[in-house]
C-alpha cells in the first residue's frame, strides 16, 4: 500500500501541475499532510498546493490517492484538483493606462 499511496500521490501532482498550467497558475509547492507527508495510517491526505498568492487544501481519502496508482486520476479526483486550482488563480489586474492626463 505504501508505494501505491506514494505512486498515486506523484500521479495527482503531476495532474495539479498539468491543471496548473493550463489554466496558467503558478504552483510553487506541494505539501502532503503539511511537513509530515503520506501518512500510511491515515484515511484521509491532505495535499497543500501552494501558489504565488493563495494556497489551498486538497483533501482525499487513503483509497483515492493509492487509486491513482493504478487506475490513474479518477474524474471526481481530477474534478476536485481542478476546483482547488482555480481556487488559487489570481487574475492579473488591470492594465495601468498609457500616457498621462491631458
Known amino acids: 500500500m505504501a508505494d501505491a499511496l506514494h505512486e498515486g500521490a506523484a500521479r495527482i501532482e503531476q495532474r495539479v501541475r498539468q491543471r496548473a498550467q493550463d489554466a496558467h497558475v503558478a504552483v510553487v509547492q506541494m505539501l502532503w499532510n503539511g511537513d509530515e507527508g503520506l501518512r500510511r495510517d491515515a484515511e484521509l491526505q491532505s495535499l ?55
Not at 57 to 78: H, N, R
Request: glycine content about 16%.
Open 48 to 102: 497543500i498546493i501552494e501558489g504565488m498568492e493563495k494556497s489551498t487544501q486538497l483533501a482525499l481519502t487513503s483509497d483515492q490517492v493509492g487509486g491513482a496508482a493504478e487506475g490513474g486520476v479518477t474524474p471526481d479526483v481530477d474534478a476536485l484538483i481542478e476546483e482547488a486550482v482555480n481556487s488559487i488563480h489570481v487574475p492579473a489586474g488591470p492594465t495601468p493606462p498609457e500616457g498621462g492626463a491631458g
